[in-house]
């Protein structure tokens, strides 16, 4: 089992910047893939990064270059820090983890950007 606990969301005005954390319960060397992923009102959960064990980070389109993800292994955490912000990255951002070939969410953290 893992547990994951988000932190961080809040609201911020267009071109502001904001950082999530999430916190994992399991050594974060052991779980092979981390990310973050986002929902907005009425839209599907899309991946905004993630991270392989291992591998570089990958990241969808529309946050490249403003977003940034980085797993403390020492810490057991896994951020987004996420800059210039507009009013389409309003969404709940959820934390997710595979581990053993299942995969884990934390309960979600509301990022609101305003214009």
């Known amino acids: 089992q893992v547990q994951l606990v988000e932190s961080g969301g809040g609201l911020v005005q267009a071109g502001g910047s904001l950082r999530l954390s999430c916190a994992t319960s399991r050594i974060a060397f052991s779980i092979s893939t981390m990310g973050w992923y986002r929902q907005a009102p009425g839209k599907q959960r899309e991946l905004v990064a993630a991270?392989?064990?291992?591998?570089?980070?990958n990241y969808v389109d529309s946050v490249k270059g403003r977003f940034t993800i980085f797993r403390d292994y020492a810490k057991n955490t896994l951020d987004l820090q996420m800059n210039s912000l507009k009013p389409e990255d309003t969404a709940v951002y959820y934390c997710?983890?595979?581990?053993?070939?299942?995969?884990?969410w934390g309960q979600g953290t509301q990022v609101t950007v305003s214009s």
């Open positions: 997710n983890a595979i581990y053993r070939g299942n995969a884990y």
């Open positions: 991270m392989q064990r291992g591998s570089s980070p």
